[in-house]
């Protein structure tokens, strides 16, 4: 797996730039300086990520759970340790089939740099947070849609269902302590 950030204007850009990468990793040996910050990186995180009794033990635990020997931790500082540009190269290659990745790219398809199309099959699929619906009671929804204010004399102005709209879905607030919460409720007449 594979991770990078990027705009939408450098979206297809940086699917090459990564794929590229992972292509070189599974066919050429990582620099000595590639290996050397990636081993240290890893080891020296170990004491940041386990640095309370309760993460040393929640790790014991998990390590238990599933079946690891007792020199787990001892094993795998000496593999990182014992780490060759060979041997990642080897992982990559046994690990990583580049046309046989699923990409996800999140963005705005009409603001990328190229045609996603590049680099196989493209399954569009809509994401749009859809807006909340208007009530004409609450005061964090007292806004109209549109510009303007939404108010009547300082206080919320109350919209009458249009055509077409359920005249059912009533307002009730909720009254429950720290809460200022509401919510809806379907009356049947």
């Given at each position: 797996m594979?991770?990078?950030g990027?705009?939408?204007e450098?979206a297809?850009?940086?699917?090459?730039v990564?794929?590229?990468?992972?292509?070189?990793?599974t066919t050429?040996?990582?620099t000595?300086?590639e290996?050397s910050?990636?081993?240290d990186?890893?080891?020296n995180?170990?004491?940041f990520?386990?640095d309370?009794?309760?993460?040393?033990?929640d790790?014991?635990?998990?390590?238990?759970?599933?079946?690891?020997?007792?020199t787990?931790?001892d094993?795998?500082?000496?593999?990182?340790?014992?780490?060759?540009?060979?041997k990642?190269?080897?992982?990559?290659?046994?690990l990583w089939?580049?046309?046989?990745?699923?990409?996800?790219?999140?963005?705005?398809?009409?603001?990328f740099?190229?045609d996603?199309g590049d680099f196989?099959?493209?399954?569009?699929?809509?994401?749009?947070?859809?807006?909340p619906?208007w009530?004409?009671?609450?005061?964090?929804?007292?806004r109209e849609?549109?510009p303007?204010?939404?108010t009547d004399?300082g206080?919320p102005r109350?919209?009458?269902?249009q055509a077409g709209?359920?005249?059912g879905l009533?307002?009730?607030h909720a009254?429950r302590?720290?809460?200022?919460g509401?919510?809806h409720?379907r009356?049947d007449?």
């Amino acid at each position: 797996m594979a991770f990078v950030g990027t705009k939408n204007e450098t979206a297809h850009e940086a699917v090459t730039v990564s794929l590229d990468e992972i292509r070189r990793m599974t066919t050429e040996l990582v620099t000595e300086k590639e290996l050397s910050v990636a081993t240290d990186g890893i080891l020296n995180s170990e004491v940041f990520n386990f640095d309370t009794k309760r993460e040393i033990l929640d790790r014991q635990v998990l390590f238990e759970m599933y079946g690891y020997p007792e020199t787990f931790l001892d094993d795998y500082r000496v593999a990182i340790q014992g780490m060759t540009a060979e041997k990642v190269r080897e992982a990559a290659a046994n690990l990583w089939k580049v046309d046989d990745m699923s990409i996800l790219v999140v963005g705005n398809p009409a603001d990328f740099d190229g045609d996603l199309g590049d680099f196989g099959p493209v399954n569009d699929i809509d994401i749009t947070i859809p807006e909340p619906e208007w009530c004409s009671r609450c005061p964090t929804r007292a806004r109209e849609p549109g510009p303007g204010p939404a108010t009547d004399g300082g206080r919320p102005r109350r919209r009458e269902p249009q055509a077409g709209q359920d005249e059912g879905l009533q307002h009730r607030h909720a009254a429950r302590p720290r809460d200022p919460g509401h919510g809806h409720e379907r009356v049947d007449r």
